[in-house]
């Protein structure tokens, strides 16, 4: 199996930043794209950003210029710097990988615990 252990949320005041990490581990051949979602009480789960194997980057609209995905694929681990963060990003965020566990097997869909960020003055 494969297992993703997200870290670095918490609270933070309007304005703020808070840095995001997913390290993944377990029977890895590679891993694909890798990307943050996140839900906000009684929303659906959104795409925030993801990031592929060669470090192309999507991002909502929302996030914009605020928030910048990336990652070390020695290391399986993707981050997300967060910067002029709002109330309306207050969310638990979770880390998802597209992983291909063995060569010659199709890839599958690992999720993070999640990480509850918070952003209120």
């Known amino acids: 199996q494969v297992q993703l252990v997200e870290s670095g949320g918490g609270s933070v005041q309007p304005g703020g930043s808070l840095r995001l990490s997913c390290a993944a581990s377990g029977f890895i051949f590679r891993i694909n794209a890798m990307a943050w979602y996140r839900q906000a009480p009684g929303k659906p789960r959104e795409l925030v950003a993801d990031?592929?194997?060669?470090?192309?980057?999507n991002y909502a609209d929302s996030v914009k210029g605020r928030f910048t995905i990336s990652r070390d694929n020695a290391k399986k681990t993707v981050y997300l710097e967060m910067n002029s963060l709002k109330p309306e990003d207050t969310a638990v965020y979770y880390c998802?990988?597209?992983?291909?566990?063995?060569?010659?097997?199709?890839?599958?869909?690992?999720w993070g615990q999640g990480t509850q960020v918070s952003v209120s003055s």
């Open positions: 990031i592929n194997s060669g470090l192309r980057a």
């Open positions: 998802n990988a597209d992983v291909l566990m063995a060569v010659d097997t199709p890839t599958r869909d690992f």
